[in-house]
């Protein structure tokens, strides 16, 4: 995680009005609390921030170094907001996007209903979809990976 999607986080929670959020993934955890104090302009202010990286747990790759390579030059395609993860504009409608489908930087590959709004999350890239991260209806959080792109 750099610094742009952190600052991404706090912006979402001023939009928001959230005051704590916490994630944590494999080696990587962060903690952002908003000041609560009611003081104007410093509520706004984040009051907390903590990062660091855990240990690493020791266990081994399961995949093959042919696998490894290829998982190497994947791309992410992140959740760019917390909502909920819908693969379909409806429940009887197909996909947007399968497993091996080739997308394009403006090939909407899924939507993400965050407040009642649905918003659509595109491909941002040329590629073939390798995989799908993410359950239909499911929720999603910031910055966790929906699908995985082999770019063309």
């Known amino acids: 995680m750099d610094l742009k999607d952190i600052k991404a986080i706090i912006d979402l929670m001023k939009k928001n009005s959230i005051s704590e959020f916490e994630l944590e993934k494999q080696e990587f955890k962060i903690r952002l609390k908003r000041s609560t104090n009611g003081g104007g302009a410093h509520a706004q202010n ?11 747990t020791g266990v081994p790759s399961q995949l093959s170094p042919a696998q490894a390579a290829a998982a ?6 992140k959740s760019p907001m917390v ?3 819908y693969r379909a504009p409806s429940p009887e409608a197909a996909n947007y ?12 590959a899924c939507i993400i209903e965050a407040m009642k709004v649905m918003n659509e999350i595109k491909a941002e890239v040329r590629g073939v979809v390798t995989q799908v991260l993410v359950e239909n209806a499911k929720p999603v959080e910031f ?4 699908f995985k792109i082999r770019p063309l």
């Open 83 to 85: 909502g909920t993860f």
């Open 72 to 77: 190497s030059n994947e791309i992410e395609i």
């Open 46 to 56: 984040i009051e907390d921030i903590t990062t660091g990286y855990l240990p690493a």
């Open 143 to 146: 910055g966790q990976p929906l």
């Open 97 to 108: 996007v399968e497993v091996g489908a080739e997308v394009h930087p403006d090939t909407v």
